[in-house]
């Protein structure tokens, strides 16, 4: 069973437009939702986290809004550039309670920016 | 550079054989979780370990076992391999025992293929 569905399974953007990834979860005791950005031959990085008390979280272009109605989060991307090209995972995961749970993360969205 | 490593890089074997890949976690990290990436499964949480002990468990098979030594660095053995197994393995490590409640930071991966 796939808690987290990942969508597009790939996307190509012109450098300077915005990309949006979107992702849709399924268990709503996650209380956690990291982006991690992978480049070919690397491993995973996180680039930015949102938790359900906010809608929205900004660092620099990286946009996460978050939708718990829906129980749907996405990335965007403004002003996409060349370098942003890489394989971007949502993912989440449920931490209260003292709990420990795993990462559960989307199938990956291939993002290629052309200049 | 995450400062996580991992050991070897890539590793060619036949079906029915066993390895062992090899993960140092980042200097203070306490955390040490084992993922396997493949195209159709995705990134599939394997394990973690915490200060030496099983933390959490995923979809790990029976076939494979890891473990954390008192050094802090893990093992993850596969035996019995399979085709299916070829995939990339990965290793990340964080400072506390909560998945979802701090950033997990990934080593380069293990490249496996099963002949």
């Known amino acids: 069973q796939q808690q987290v569905k990942q969508s597009p399974q790939s996307l190509i953007v012109q450098k300077g437009g915005i990309s949006i990834i979107n992702c849709a979860y399924e268990n709503t005791a996650f209380d956690y939702f990291p982006w991690y950005q992978q480049f070919p031959g690397k491993g995973p990085a996180l680039l930015i986290a949102i938790r359900p008390d906010v809608s929205e979280k900004k660092e620099g272009r990286f946009t996460i809004s978050f939708n718990k109605s829906a129980k749907q989060f996405s990335l965007h991307i403004m002003d996409s550039q060349p370098g942003d090209s890489a394989t971007y995972f949502c993912a989440a995961s449920k931490n209260s309670g003292g709990s420990n749970y795993k990462l559960t993360f989307g199938k990956g969205t291939l993002l290629t920016v052309n200049p | 550079d995450s400062g996580v490593t991992q050991t070897p890089k890539h590793l060619i074997t036949a079906t029915g054989q066993r390895v062992t890949l090899r993960c140092s976690p980042r200097?203070?990290?306490?955390?040490v979780y084992w993922y396997q990436q493949s195209l159709d499964q995705g990134l599939q949480f394997l394990i973690q370990?915490?200060?030496?002990?099983?933390?959490a468990k995923g979809n790990i098979l029976e076939r494979f076992s890891a473990q954390q030594f008192p050094d802090l660095h893990s093992e993850l053995n596969l035996s019995s391999l399979e085709l299916g197994d070829s995939a990339l393995y990965f290793c990340a490590s964080s400072v506390g025992p909560l998945a979802g409640a701090e950033t997990q930071y990934f080593g380069p991966g293990t490249r496996l293929l099963v002949l």
């Open positions: 200097s203070g990290d306490l955390s």
């Open positions: 370990y915490y200060n030496g002990e099983e933390r």
